[in-house]
Structure formats: C-alpha cells, structure tokens
C-alpha cells in the first residue's frame, strides 16, 4: 500500500470515528446533561468537518500522484 493510499485510508477511518464519537457524546449528553458531554460531542464534530476540509486538500494536492 503507497503513502498516499494508506494517507487517504487514514483519513477517512478518522473522518468516520470523529463524526462516530461525536454523535455518542451528543446521545450521552441528552440522557445525563452533562456539560463535558455536549463540549467533547461539539468538538468532535467540528474535528470532524475539518478533517473533511483537510481530506479535499489532500486529493487536490496529491491527484497527479499514482496510489502505487
């Protein structure tokens, strides 16, 4: 696996757990309140949608580069 597909393949496996453990923190927070819990599920989220911006940058950059 090239630098680039393994990159990429990285990328997305984060992009998926952010957007995962925020949505958990998020469910968590409507059932206990808790102040922690909204932030930690916020903060995932947004970590998520920059990783999204992140990911565009990184094809962008990398298209004229073989996955081999």
């Known amino acids: 696996m ?3 597909a393994f990159h990429i393949l ?5 992009i ?3 957007f995962g453990f925020g949505a ?8 206990g309140r808790q102040t922690l ?9 947004v ?3 920059a ?10 950059k990398l298209k004229n580069m073989s996955y081999l």
């Open 16 to 18: 998926v757990l952010a």
């Open 10 to 14: 990285f990328i997305l496996v984060s």
């Open 51 to 60: 990783l999204i911006f992140y990911f565009r940058a990184v094809l962008k």
């Open 37 to 45: 819990d909204l932030a930690l599920g916020a903060g995932s989220l």
């Open 24 to 31: 958990w923190e998020l469910v968590a927070f409507f059932d």
């Open 47 to 49: 970590a998520g949608v």
């Open 2 to 4: 090239s630098l680039k």
